[in-house]
């Protein structure tokens, strides 16, 4: 894997190894996309122990989960920061790390040989829970049924042991991005950075903040005001695969998606108290076990998908790319990120501008109403 100009990993072929087999194109979920699935169940819920909540981006789903696996001597595959700030995949095999995979990464996680880690573990008989973004899912799924070396007991396609969930993902922006985003910030606190929240709850989940300590004080900024942040929700630093999603809507072959329940307050507000409220979709009948399992630590109700993804889009359909999003990565590292950011994304204040802003505003509540 190599890092192309924008800071995004693309495979490399070393010619002079490659046997030709194709078995790379074999398990190429891009290559080889699912059709959409059966509608998924649909459910809203959160932790009772609100100590799992606060730690939790959402409503703690996550956690319990992990730990019915962890429970059977299993392992829990996750994004986590490594020392250096970088988003990597890893496994955990005890709860007292599961704080680790705790927590939304805005970042493309490093995959690393974590496949290869799944077979292995799969093949010594152990629960295996990978979590990931659509796409990470995919591959893994494509493959473990091309290796087919599950278990002395399931050797063929399927193994029983492998519990998978996706993540709604709204598009992994660059690892570069962030790299420069943490060293600006390094330069102007003087100090190294300590700890990092994307999504710290202190003035509510809704009302997020992102949390930086630096040796000599914490900052909570809003993520409006964020320069990686703002590039990221205005989809300017997105992976180009991002704009054209081949495993959104339910394509992924996972057994449960995870996401936050946006609009909640609406549709379910009986379970609103600005804590985080997890949204659970169950694909397949492994996903259903497990959701069982869980049920009687949660406070929960049963939904619609449409009210789900009435403030959650990207369930169902990928973002649009930003006009600048060129401009942007041309740009990169040229000038300080922050520079850039407010540049690109200050408003047009022209009449041209504001006509396109008020149009942009009535085609999403269209498009949301008929959802």
């Given at each position: 894997?190599?890092?192309?100009?924008?800071g995004?990993l693309y495979?490399?072929?070393?010619s002079?190894?490659?046997t030709?087999?194709?078995r790379?194109?074999?398990v190429?979920p891009?290559?080889?996309?699912?059709?959409?699935?059966?509608?998924?169940e649909v459910f809203a819920c959160?932790?009772?122990?609100?100590g799992?909540?606060?730690?939790?981006s959402s409503g703690?789903l996550?956690s319990?989960?992990a730990?019915k696996?962890?429970?059977?001597?299993?392992v829990v595959?996750?994004?986590?920061f490594?020392?250096?700030?970088e988003v990597i995949?890893?496994f955990?095999?005890?709860?007292?790390?599961?704080?680790?995979l705790?927590g939304?990464?805005?970042?493309?996680?490093?995959l690393?040989d974590?496949?290869?880690?799944?077979?292995?573990f799969?093949?010594?008989d152990?629960p295996v829970f990978?979590t990931?973004?659509?796409?990470q899912?995919?591959?893994l799924?494509k493959?473990?049924?091309l290796?087919?070396?599950?278990?002395?007991?399931s050797p063929?396609?399927h193994?029983?042991?492998?519990l998978?969930?996706?993540?709604?993902?709204?598009?992994?922006?660059?690892p570069?991005?962030?790299?420069?985003?943490?060293e600006e910030?390094?330069r102007?606190?003087?100090?190294?950075l300590?700890?990092?929240?994307?999504?710290?709850k202190?003035?509510?989940?809704?009302?997020?903040?992102?949390?930086?300590?630096?040796?000599?004080e914490?900052c909570?900024i809003?993520?409006?005001?964020?320069d990686?942040?703002?590039?990221?929700?205005?989809d300017?630093?997105?992976?180009?695969?991002c704009y054209?999603?081949?495993?959104?809507n339910?394509?992924?072959?996972s057994?449960?998606?995870l996401?936050?329940?946006w609009?909640?307050?609406r549709?379910?507000p009986?379970?609103?108290d600005d804590?985080?409220?997890s949204?659970?979709?169950?694909h397949?009948?492994?996903?259903?076990?497990?959701?069982?399992?869980?049920?009687p630590?949660?406070?929960?109700?049963?939904s619609?998908?449409k009210?789900?993804?009435?403030?959650n889009?990207?369930l169902?359909?990928?973002?649009?790319?930003?006009?600048?999003?060129?401009l942007?990565?041309?740009?990169?590292?040229t000038?300080?990120?922050?520079?850039?950011i407010?540049d690109?994304?200050?408003?047009?204040?022209?009449?041209r501008?504001?006509?396109?802003?008020v149009?942009?505003?009535v085609?999403?509540?269209f498009?949301?109403?008929?959802?």
């Amino acid at each position: 894997m190599r890092d192309d100009h924008e800071g995004f990993l693309y495979p490399q072929v070393n010619s002079g190894s490659c046997t030709r087999c194709r078995r790379c194109e074999k398990v190429c979920p891009a290559l080889h996309q699912a059709k959409n699935p059966q509608p998924p169940e649909v459910f809203a819920c959160s932790s009772k122990d609100a100590g799992v909540r606060q730690q939790s981006s959402s409503g703690g789903l996550f956690s319990l989960l992990a730990e019915k696996i962890l429970e059977q001597k299993g392992v829990v595959f996750g994004a986590a920061f490594n020392e250096q700030w970088e988003v990597i995949h890893r496994f955990i095999d005890s709860p007292q790390e599961l704080a680790l995979l705790r927590g939304s990464k805005y970042v493309q996680s490093r995959l690393g040989d974590t496949f290869k880690q799944v077979e292995r573990f799969l093949g010594e008989d152990r629960p295996v829970f990978f979590t990931g973004t659509p796409c990470q899912v995919a591959g893994l799924k494509k493959f473990v049924a091309l290796t087919g070396k599950f278990s002395k007991h399931s050797p063929n396609l399927h193994s029983p042991n492998l519990l998978t969930a996706d993540i709604v993902c709204h598009g992994v922006p660059s690892p570069k991005v962030f790299r420069l985003y943490r060293e600006e910030k390094e330069r102007r606190h003087h100090s190294p950075l300590k700890e990092l929240s994307f999504r710290d709850k202190t003035h509510g989940w809704q009302n997020y903040h992102i949390r930086m300590k630096f040796e000599s004080e914490t900052c909570l900024i809003s993520p409006w005001k964020d320069d990686f942040m703002r590039g990221f929700l205005s989809d300017l630093s997105l992976r180009p695969s991002c704009y054209a999603c081949f495993a959104d809507n339910f394509r992924s072959g996972s057994d449960l998606t995870l996401a936050d329940y946006w609009g909640i307050s609406r549709f379910h507000p009986e379970l609103f108290d600005d804590q985080g409220t997890s949204l659970v979709l169950v694909h397949t009948e492994k996903g259903q076990e497990y959701w069982q399992r869980v049920v009687p630590m949660l406070e929960w109700r049963e939904s619609a998908l449409k009210n789900a993804v009435r403030d959650n889009p990207c369930l169902v359909r990928s973002v649009s790319s930003h006009p600048k999003r060129r401009l942007f990565f041309e740009k990169l590292g040229t000038i300080p990120l922050s520079e850039l950011i407010a540049d690109l994304l200050k408003p047009d204040r022209s009449l041209r501008g504001q006509v396109k802003r008020v149009l942009r505003f009535v085609y999403r509540r269209f498009v949301r109403q008929h959802d």
